[in-house]
């Protein structure tokens, strides 16, 4: 029997291997651009599960119009995603653009949701996001010691607004695929199979400086292979279990352990007020996967009918 805590495991796994990005980052050459390094993440990451899912993929693609259309979709999410989100982190933080482009997700989901199916959110997932998204409005305002951006916070910010725009269009595509009756490896495959059509032609331009040392392969290398090829199995595979709002909700797990690595090896500072934040996300998370007896929880998609 399924066990319905194994899908938020598995999206929890997952954003705790994506919290180590933007530190690993961190280490690429100083002349490598973050458009590079979004591009070879999810570019070459994305071969990496279109090949693990094979012909399943494009059985995915031939689904029909209705189908190629959402697919599209969630591909554009998945182009948009990282090109923003590395930006978002070179101008703004680790921990700031990290907290930003995830904080904003669930709303972008839940909007998605409520207005192209009609999904009612529960209290309990409205008290959860809500807990998790004051938690992320601390650690922005709370400000942080990253000189890294160069003032350019703001902008940072903004683009971590468009980057959590496109996670959630790719979540909410994802999970509108793998419900019609495709395998979350065969949707995770067509969906960043079609971003790195778009991707690996970006990276081929801009990736000069980020082949061009050791160090730089290696952190492209990291990134491809354990928090996009490695993190998305495991997000796929959860995304089967759980809505596409709860998933962005859970996935708030990544600026906890973003936050975390910025303080402890970037060398970023976070404030009391910021730690309060953090706080705030884990309970939130703690609220969205609590089941009470007798009541099927929220994470499963199922209402409760309060």
Do not use: K, N
Not at 32 to 41: E, V
Request: hydrophobic share 55%; net charge positive; aromatic share 8%.
């Amino acid at each position: 029997m399924r066990r319905p805590t194994a899908g938020p495991v598995l999206i929890l796994a997952a954003a705790t291997l994506w919290g180590t990005t933007g530190t690993a980052a961190s280490f690429a050459p100083d002349d490598a651009s973050a458009l590079s390094i979004g591009a070879a993440t999810m570019g070459v990451g994305g071969l990496l599960t279109l090949a693990l899912a094979g012909r399943s993929a494009f059985g995915v693609l031939r689904g029909g119009p209705a189908v190629l259309r959402r697919a599209l979709f969630g591909a554009l999410g998945v182009v948009v995603y990282p090109l923003a989100f590395y930006t978002a982190m070179a101008w703004a933080g680790v921990a700031v653009g990290t907290v930003v482009s995830l904080g904003c997700a669930p709303v972008f989901a839940a909007l998605l949701e409520r207005v192209l199916d009609g999904t009612r959110l529960t209290r309990s997932w409205l008290a959860a996001t809500g807990s998790a998204a004051f938690g992320c409005a601390l650690l922005v305002l709370s400000g942080h010691g990253s000189a890294a951006g160069g003032g350019r916070v703001t902008g940072g910010v903004a683009l971590g607004v468009l980057a959590s725009a496109g996670y959630a269009a790719y979540a909410y595509s994802g999970a509108r695929l793998i419900r019609c009756g495709h395998s979350s490896r065969a949707v995770m495959g067509a969906l960043f199979g079609l971003g790195a059509t778009v991707l690996l032609p970006l990276f081929a331009v801009t990736g000069g400086a980020l082949l061009g040392e050791p160090r730089g392969l290696a952190v492209a290398a990291y990134l491809a292979v354990i928090p996009m090829w490695l993190a998305y199995v495991l997000f796929g595979t959860g995304l089967a279990r759980v809505r596409a709002s709860a998933a962005t909700t859970l996935s708030l797990f990544e600026p906890v352990v973003a936050a975390a690595l910025g303080v402890a090896v970037v060398g970023e500072r976070l404030t009391g007020a910021a730690w309060a934040g953090v706080g705030l996300v884990v309970l939130g998370l703690l609220v969205l996967m609590a089941r009470r007896p007798g009541v099927r929880s929220p994470v499963g998609g199922i209402h409760q009918g309060r």
